[in-house]
Protein backbone atom coordinates (compact mmCIF):
# COMPACT_ATOMS: atom_id res chain seq x y z
CA UNK A 1 0.00 0.00 0.00
CA UNK A 2 1.64 3.58 -0.71
CA UNK A 3 1.56 5.47 2.09
CA UNK A 4 2.90 8.51 0.12
CA UNK A 5 2.33 9.69 -3.57
CA UNK A 6 3.58 12.97 -4.85
CA UNK A 7 1.48 13.69 -7.79
CA UNK A 8 2.70 15.88 -10.54
CA UNK A 9 4.53 18.18 -7.98
CA UNK A 10 6.17 21.01 -9.22
CA UNK A 11 8.51 24.12 -7.48
CA UNK A 12 10.22 26.79 -8.90
CA UNK A 13 12.36 29.23 -7.60
CA UNK A 14 12.33 32.88 -9.64
CA UNK A 15 12.82 31.47 -13.41
CA UNK A 16 14.56 28.38 -12.32
CA UNK A 17 11.85 25.00 -12.56
CA UNK A 18 13.50 23.13 -9.67
CA UNK A 19 10.76 20.09 -9.77
CA UNK A 20 9.02 18.98 -12.81
CA UNK A 21 5.94 17.00 -12.61
CA UNK A 22 7.65 14.44 -10.10
CA UNK A 23 5.44 11.58 -9.36
CA UNK A 24 6.24 8.66 -6.89
CA UNK A 25 4.81 6.84 -4.86
CA UNK A 26 6.36 5.18 -1.80
CA UNK A 27 4.77 2.24 0.02
CA UNK A 28 4.08 2.26 3.86
CA UNK A 29 7.30 0.61 6.18
CA UNK A 30 9.63 1.37 2.83
CA UNK A 31 13.24 2.20 3.08
CA UNK A 32 13.04 4.54 -0.06
CA UNK A 33 16.93 5.79 -0.96
CA UNK A 34 16.62 9.26 -2.91
CA UNK A 35 19.81 9.66 -5.33
CA UNK A 36 20.55 12.52 -7.76
CA UNK A 37 24.02 14.99 -8.20
CA UNK A 38 24.14 18.32 -6.26
CA UNK A 39 21.83 20.85 -7.17
CA UNK A 40 19.59 18.51 -8.61
CA UNK A 41 16.51 18.91 -6.24
CA UNK A 42 16.46 15.95 -3.69
CA UNK A 43 16.25 18.35 -0.80
CA UNK A 44 13.45 20.36 -2.29
CA UNK A 45 11.56 17.46 -2.85
CA UNK A 46 11.72 16.07 1.03
CA UNK A 47 11.25 19.85 1.81
CA UNK A 48 8.29 20.06 -0.14
CA UNK A 49 6.85 16.84 1.87
CA UNK A 50 7.81 17.93 5.18
CA UNK A 51 5.59 21.23 4.68
CA UNK A 52 9.25 23.01 4.81
CA UNK A 53 8.05 24.84 0.89
CA UNK A 54 5.04 25.34 -0.72
CA UNK A 55 4.67 23.52 -4.05
CA UNK A 56 3.96 25.47 -7.36
CA UNK A 57 1.42 22.63 -8.71
CA UNK A 58 0.42 19.26 -7.61
CA UNK A 59 -0.36 17.47 -4.83
CA UNK A 60 1.01 15.15 -1.83
CA UNK A 61 -1.59 12.43 -0.54
CA UNK A 62 -0.29 10.99 2.76
CA UNK A 63 -2.56 7.73 3.43
CA UNK A 64 -4.73 9.09 0.51
CA UNK A 65 -5.66 12.14 2.07
CA UNK A 66 -4.04 15.44 0.75
CA UNK A 67 -1.31 17.43 2.97
CA UNK A 68 0.13 19.55 0.84
CA UNK A 69 -2.02 22.46 2.69
CA UNK A 70 -1.03 20.81 5.98
CA UNK A 71 1.46 22.63 8.46
CA UNK A 72 5.05 21.05 8.75
CA UNK A 73 3.81 19.80 12.37
CA UNK A 74 0.55 18.06 11.13
CA UNK A 75 1.78 16.43 8.58
CA UNK A 76 3.31 12.76 10.62
CA UNK A 77 6.91 13.36 9.52
CA UNK A 78 10.25 14.32 11.36
CA UNK A 79 13.32 15.30 8.83
CA UNK A 80 17.18 14.56 9.82
CA UNK A 81 19.33 17.53 8.85
CA UNK A 82 22.41 17.09 7.23
CA UNK A 83 23.60 20.78 9.31
CA UNK A 84 21.44 19.67 12.56
CA UNK A 85 21.62 21.96 14.82
CA UNK A 86 21.03 21.20 18.47
CA UNK A 87 19.68 23.46 21.25
CA UNK A 88 23.41 24.43 22.94
CA UNK A 89 21.65 24.60 26.21
CA UNK A 90 19.57 21.90 26.75
CA UNK A 91 21.17 18.65 27.21
CA UNK A 92 20.67 15.21 25.35
CA UNK A 93 17.69 14.09 26.83
CA UNK A 94 16.22 17.26 27.20
CA UNK A 95 16.79 17.84 22.92
CA UNK A 96 15.25 14.42 22.44
CA UNK A 97 12.14 15.23 24.26
CA UNK A 98 11.75 18.75 23.01
CA UNK A 99 9.36 18.13 20.15
CA UNK A 100 7.04 16.05 22.77
CA UNK A 101 6.86 19.03 25.29
CA UNK A 102 5.78 20.78 22.61
CA UNK A 103 2.77 18.37 21.89
CA UNK A 104 2.35 18.57 25.85
CA UNK A 105 3.16 15.01 26.52
CA UNK A 106 3.39 14.14 30.27
CA UNK A 107 6.76 14.11 31.78
CA UNK A 108 6.75 9.69 32.31
CA UNK A 109 5.76 9.69 28.66
CA UNK A 110 8.62 11.82 27.76
CA UNK A 111 10.92 10.15 30.12
CA UNK A 112 9.67 6.52 28.98
CA UNK A 113 10.21 7.53 25.19
CA UNK A 114 13.29 9.56 25.35
CA UNK A 115 14.66 6.09 27.22
CA UNK A 116 13.93 3.45 24.04
CA UNK A 117 15.54 5.71 21.72
CA UNK A 118 18.49 6.40 24.01
CA UNK A 119 18.60 2.89 24.35
CA UNK A 120 18.01 1.84 20.65
CA UNK A 121 20.60 4.53 20.07
CA UNK A 122 23.51 3.49 22.47
CA UNK A 123 23.26 7.08 23.74
CA UNK A 124 21.89 5.98 27.36
CA UNK A 125 24.93 6.91 29.08
CA UNK A 126 24.62 10.77 27.41
CA UNK A 127 21.71 11.93 28.38
CA UNK A 128 22.81 14.47 31.04
CA UNK A 129 25.63 15.64 28.63
CA UNK A 130 25.15 18.90 26.84
CA UNK A 131 25.80 19.01 22.84
CA UNK A 132 29.36 21.06 23.20
CA UNK A 133 30.70 18.05 25.72
CA UNK A 134 29.76 15.23 22.67
CA UNK A 135 31.94 13.76 19.32
CA UNK A 136 30.90 14.43 15.96
CA UNK A 137 29.24 11.37 15.55
CA UNK A 138 27.69 11.56 19.33
CA UNK A 139 25.58 14.71 17.88
CA UNK A 140 24.51 13.17 15.18
CA UNK A 141 23.40 10.46 16.86
CA UNK A 142 20.99 12.31 19.13
CA UNK A 143 19.73 14.55 16.10
CA UNK A 144 18.94 10.78 15.04
CA UNK A 145 17.30 10.33 18.30
CA UNK A 146 15.39 13.73 18.26
CA UNK A 147 13.57 13.14 15.17
CA UNK A 148 13.00 9.54 16.36
CA UNK A 149 10.91 10.59 19.48
CA UNK A 150 8.50 11.99 18.20
CA UNK A 151 6.86 8.77 16.60
CA UNK A 152 5.86 10.12 13.51
CA UNK A 153 5.03 7.29 10.76
CA UNK A 154 7.71 8.86 8.32
CA UNK A 155 11.00 10.25 8.92
CA UNK A 156 13.02 11.83 6.47
CA UNK A 157 16.63 11.64 6.23
CA UNK A 158 18.64 14.76 4.04
CA UNK A 159 22.42 13.81 3.51
CA UNK A 160 22.64 12.86 7.83
CA UNK A 161 26.16 11.63 7.69
CA UNK A 162 27.98 13.79 5.14
CA UNK A 163 29.57 15.48 8.05
CA UNK A 164 31.03 12.49 9.52
CA UNK A 165 34.46 10.03 8.64
CA UNK A 166 34.13 7.27 6.71
CA UNK A 167 34.36 4.85 9.57
CA UNK A 168 31.52 6.59 11.43
CA UNK A 169 29.43 6.74 8.19
CA UNK A 170 29.73 3.30 7.68
CA UNK A 171 28.12 2.30 11.36
CA UNK A 172 25.85 5.02 10.86
CA UNK A 173 24.32 3.24 7.91
CA UNK A 174 24.03 -0.36 10.12
CA UNK A 175 22.62 1.55 12.85
CA UNK A 176 19.68 3.75 10.84
CA UNK A 177 18.64 0.34 8.87
CA UNK A 178 18.41 -1.44 12.22
CA UNK A 179 16.33 1.62 13.43
CA UNK A 180 14.16 1.34 10.15
CA UNK A 181 13.49 -2.29 11.10
CA UNK A 182 12.57 -1.71 15.17
CA UNK A 183 10.50 1.40 14.10
CA UNK A 184 8.94 0.12 10.97
CA UNK A 185 8.42 3.96 10.05
CA UNK A 186 8.44 4.99 6.55
CA UNK A 187 12.07 6.38 5.66
CA UNK A 188 12.91 8.38 2.97
CA UNK A 189 16.78 8.87 2.70
CA UNK A 190 18.67 11.33 0.76
CA UNK A 191 22.51 10.77 -0.23
CA UNK A 192 24.90 11.67 -3.16
CA UNK A 193 26.57 8.44 -2.26
CA UNK A 194 25.96 5.30 -4.35
CA UNK A 195 27.30 3.58 -2.23
CA UNK A 196 24.74 4.55 1.06
CA UNK A 197 22.17 4.15 -2.10
CA UNK A 198 23.06 0.45 -2.92
CA UNK A 199 23.48 -0.89 0.61
CA UNK A 200 20.34 0.74 2.43
CA UNK A 201 17.25 1.06 -0.13
CA UNK A 202 14.64 -1.04 -0.48
CA UNK A 203 14.43 0.86 -3.43
CA UNK A 204 16.15 3.88 -5.46
CA UNK A 205 14.90 6.64 -6.94
CA UNK A 206 17.43 8.73 -9.33
CA UNK A 207 16.27 12.17 -9.65
CA UNK A 208 18.29 14.06 -12.11
CA UNK A 209 17.53 18.08 -12.94
CA UNK A 210 14.08 17.64 -11.05
CA UNK A 211 12.77 14.83 -12.67
CA UNK A 212 12.83 11.02 -11.47
CA UNK A 213 14.73 8.96 -14.16
CA UNK A 214 14.44 5.80 -12.80
CA UNK A 215 13.01 3.90 -9.89
CA UNK A 216 13.58 0.15 -8.71
CA UNK A 217 15.18 -2.17 -6.58
CA UNK A 218 19.17 -1.99 -5.82
CA UNK A 219 19.75 -4.55 -7.93
CA UNK A 220 17.26 -3.25 -11.17
CA UNK A 221 18.97 -0.24 -10.97
CA UNK A 222 22.62 -1.54 -11.16
CA UNK A 223 21.57 -4.46 -13.56
CA UNK A 224 19.00 -2.40 -15.62
CA UNK A 225 20.15 1.31 -15.64
CA UNK A 226 17.42 2.97 -18.20
CA UNK A 227 19.85 5.14 -19.69
CA UNK A 228 23.79 6.15 -19.23
CA UNK A 229 23.22 8.43 -16.93
CA UNK A 230 22.00 6.21 -14.55
CA UNK A 231 24.96 3.91 -15.60
CA UNK A 232 27.34 6.22 -14.73
CA UNK A 233 25.88 7.33 -11.36
CA UNK A 234 25.22 4.01 -9.62
CA UNK A 235 27.71 2.20 -11.19
CA UNK A 236 30.87 4.42 -10.80
CA UNK A 237 32.68 4.23 -7.51
CA UNK A 238 33.50 7.42 -6.26
P1 LIG B 1 20.08 18.96 -3.92
O1 LIG B 1 19.56 18.74 -2.55
O2 LIG B 1 19.76 17.86 -4.89
O3 LIG B 1 21.54 19.27 -3.95
P2 LIG B 1 18.40 21.32 -3.82
O4 LIG B 1 17.01 20.80 -3.77
O5 LIG B 1 18.99 21.80 -2.54
O6 LIG B 1 19.34 20.25 -4.53
O7 LIG B 1 18.48 22.53 -4.81
C1 LIG B 1 18.06 22.46 -6.17
C2 LIG B 1 18.25 23.81 -6.80
O8 LIG B 1 17.36 24.75 -6.22
C3 LIG B 1 19.64 24.41 -6.62
O9 LIG B 1 19.99 25.04 -7.83
C4 LIG B 1 19.47 25.40 -5.51
O10 LIG B 1 20.37 26.45 -5.64
C5 LIG B 1 18.04 25.87 -5.73
N1 LIG B 1 17.38 26.29 -4.48
C6 LIG B 1 17.12 25.49 -3.42
N2 LIG B 1 16.48 26.16 -2.46
C7 LIG B 1 16.31 27.43 -2.92
C8 LIG B 1 15.70 28.61 -2.40
N3 LIG B 1 15.10 28.60 -1.20
N4 LIG B 1 15.72 29.72 -3.17
C9 LIG B 1 16.29 29.71 -4.40
N5 LIG B 1 16.89 28.64 -4.95
C10 LIG B 1 16.88 27.51 -4.24
MG1 LIG C 1 20.51 18.75 -0.70
Redesign the pocket.
Known sequence: MATIQFKQCSKS??D?Q?LKNINLEIASGEFLVLV??????????L?TLAGL?TLDGGDILAKGQSIAKREPQDRDIAMVFQNYALYPHMNVAENMGFALKLQKKSADEIKKRVNEIADLLQISHLLERKPKELSGGQRQRVALGRALARQTSIVLF?EPLSNLDAHLRSQMRVEIKRLHQNLKSTMIY?T?DQMEATTMGDRIAV?KDGSIEQVGTPSEIYHKPKNLFIASFIGSPE
Open positions: FGLIGPSGCGKSTLREDVHL
